[in-house]
C-alpha cells in the first residue's frame, strides 16, 4: 500500500480543561501511531473564535496534525472523531506536493522568527 502525507485540522469543544484537552490530542496521536502512521508536525492552535456557532458554541481549541499513512486509515480516524463527543469538527486533506512544500517552508519560517525572538529575549 502506498503511504500518502495527510493533514488534519480538528476543533474540540472549549468546556474541555487544558489537561483534558492536552489528553484528547495525546489519545488521537497515539491512535495515529498504533494504525502505523508517521506524525510529521503538530502545532496547538490554541482556543480561538469560531466564525460561525457549532453546537451553541462560538469558541473551541484548534489543534493541526500533519502525517504519513496508507489512505486506508483515513476512515477509521474519521469515524474515531465523530464518535468523540470532545471534537465539534474534523477536516482531513491529502497533501499534493505543493502542499508538502508549503507546509515545510511555513514551519522553516516559524522556526527562524522563533530563532529571532530568542537571540533578541
Not at 6 to 32: C, D, N, W
Request: aromatic share 10%; charged share 35%.
Amino acid at each position: 500500500m502506498a503511504v500518502t502525507r495527510f493533514e488534519t485540522i480538528f476543533i474540540m469543544t472549549p468546556v474541555l480543561s487544558e489537561q483534558q484537552m492536552k489528553e484528547t490530542v495525546e489519545r488521537y496521536l497515539a491512535f495515529l501511531k498504533e494504525n502505523k502512521a508517521k506524525v510529521i508536525h503538530e502545532e496547538n492552535w490554541g482556543l480561538r473564535k469560531l466564525a460561525y456557532p457549532i453546537q451553541h458554541k462560538s469558541t473551541g481549541f484548534y489543534q493541526l496534525v500533519e502525517f504519513e499513512c496508507e489512505g486506508s486509515m483515513i476512515e477509521s480516524l474519521e469515524v474515531e472523531f465523530s464518535r468523540d463527543e470532545a471534537i465539534m469538527r474534523f477536516l482531513t486533506v491529502k497533501l499534493d506536493i505543493d502542499g508538502i512544500k508549503y507546509n515545510e517552508r511555513r514551519r522553516e519560517k516559524q522556526k527562524n522568527l522563533d530563532q529571532k525572538k530568542a537571540e533578541i529575549l
